[in-house]
């Protein structure tokens, strides 16, 4: 086996419970991190990087791969996060698929559940290699374990190699990407790269580079709640109104109803009665003119609906959560180029789809430290179907000890 530590070290990761919680105030938002991040101190210690740091403030851990070159090279950092996704993670027990077949249904353990091809046909790309999924009750982790394995495992690799050349590397492990809070403390000055990639997409071959751009809504109704038998003229229904104000929003414009590069309003979650209501919303899309006719459009709407009344009704908040990152990248295209020769220098593909979602790197790269995503491996993340072959994370490894050597022979 071409890296010998990282099966056993991404089996060793994902036992750990490292669930985040989107409820929680503190940084991380779990304790489970904490004990997860320590623990990958002592191993960036053990494996022998310089400036081995878990920063309490925005609870990443850093550390670097001193350069074995002379030469003046630009520093590049590999980012991934360790939380994993809102979904059973108590008790983690992967399974490994020697050798799959490409066709075989897998038993997920001893659960009702199972991997089967005529539902997730991406399994036949496997056949031949090694998969490792659940055992059907939890997630596995390899979002985002497999980047943090492969992370670690690049480190290691060149650590034990000083005769391979190479410039400064940074690598840092951060909290929290599950619940889109884990970015927001990340201090790029302390990181001192030039660039960076998060290390956090799906299957071999994706590098992404354009997110969408983000806005939350929140929605609140008050209304005016009269005993329903008398209520004609009188009753202002919260509730009504919400469904009034969802219903005005256009249907071609959902969540379900868009994919490619449009945007859309999601409704993630409505609650109320006749005296009040709530709704919280995102709203997507690729491009600010987009994203900013859809906020018009909100305000249009709740517009409307309040001048049908004395005083107004609805309340609505909008807050900017994160922008395309291609606002950044466009400036910065050698940084896409460096991860695509690699890949293209490896026989790997390079898959460019613009995520339909954030990154880290959306908000990190606004910060000022240009960051694509690049794959980690994984393939139906989040949940009890999640898997990932040994080989996606060993081309991964591979990928990031190619961009680090056009970086160091350019
Ligand atoms: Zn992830």
Known sequence: MKYETLLPRFLGYVKENT???????????????????????????????????????????TATIPATTTKDVPVIGFISHV????????????????????????????????????????????AGQTLITTDGTTLLGADDKAGVAEIMTLAEYLIVRPEIEHGKIRVAFGPDEEIGTGADKFDVADFGADFAYTVDGGPVGQLEFETFSAIGLKVDIQGTNVHPSEAKGKMVSAIQLAIDFHNSLPAA??????????????????????????????????????????????????????????????????????FNMVEVMKDHMDVVELAENAMCALGIEPDEEPVRGGTDGSKISFMGLPTPNLFAGGENMHGRYEYVALQSMEKAVDVLLKISELNTNK
Do not use: C, W
Request: hydrophobic share 35%; glycine share 6%; no cysteine.
């Open 83 to 126: 939380d994993t996704a809102d979904f059973n993670s108590e008790n983690i027990n992967p399974q490994i698929v020697e050798n799959y077949d490409g066709q075989s249904v897998i038993n997920l353990g001893e659960s009702e559940f199972k991997l089967d091809p005529s539902s997730f046909p991406s399994l036949k790309k496997y």
């Open 253 to 322: 414009e959902r969540a379900e109803t868009t994919e490619g590069r449009e945007g859309f309003f999601h409704l993630l979650n409505l609650n109320g009665t006749a005296e009040d209501a709530h709704m919280d919303y995102i709203i997507r899309d690729f491009e600010r003119a987009g994203l900013n006719r859809r906020r018009q459009l909100v305000l249009d709407i709740a517009k409307e609906i309040n001048q049908k009344f004395a005083e107004p009704r609805i309340k609505t908040t909008m807050v900017e959560q994160y």
């Open 19 to 61: 669930r985040s919680d989107e409820y929680s105030n503190s940084v991380p938002s779990t304790q489970n991190q904490v004990v997860f991040l320590q623990k990958l101190v002592a191993e960036l210690e053990q494996l022998g990087l310089a400036e081995v740091k878990y920063n309490k403030v925005n609870g990443y851990v």
